[in-house]
């Protein structure tokens, strides 16, 4: 749990709120128009995605690598894509939960599984320490 009293997961987590809200905002206003939970779900990933990037390069992940791999952040999203799009068809489409529901629970946990992840293998620190990157 040390991950959690580090500015790098503050950062991150105002960003990833910032994201979240405006997507999952975007998600119920899409599914209130009649499109399916699943194509609304894609559609938000593929536009958050280059945002997301951006905003965590600059602002979430700053003592990172210089040039982050790109090709490893697609890989790292596709599989939350993945995992959210899985969840949704199994917790919506078998078992019946609203989909609401299911969005709010997989963005929490989704958020999590992309932060360990961005941080070990995208955006990982460089080899300098630093001393103001926790409390």
Do not use: C, E
Request: hydrophobic share 55%.
């Amino acid at each position: 749990m040390n991950f959690i009293f580090n500015n790098t997961f503050i950062r991150y987590s105002l960003n990833g709120i910032f994201l979240n809200l405006l997507g999952f905002l975007t998600y119920l206003f899409l599914t209130s128009i009649n499109i399916d939970p699943k194509i609304a779900v894609s559609l938000i990933y593929m536009s958050f995605l280059i945002i997301g990037f951006f905003l965590h390069k600059k602002y979430s992940f700053i003592n990172s690598i210089k040039y982050p791999s790109i090709s490893k952040f697609l890989i790292v999203h596709i599989s939350a894509f993945l995992i959210n799009l899985i969840s949704i068809y199994f917790m919506v489409d078998i078992y019946g939960f609203k989909h609401q529901y299911v969005q709010v629970i997989m963005v929490i946990l989704v958020a999590i599984y992309l932060y360990l992840m961005l941080n070990k293998v995208v955006f990982r620190k460089n080899n300098k320490p630093n001393n103001n990157d926790s409390f």
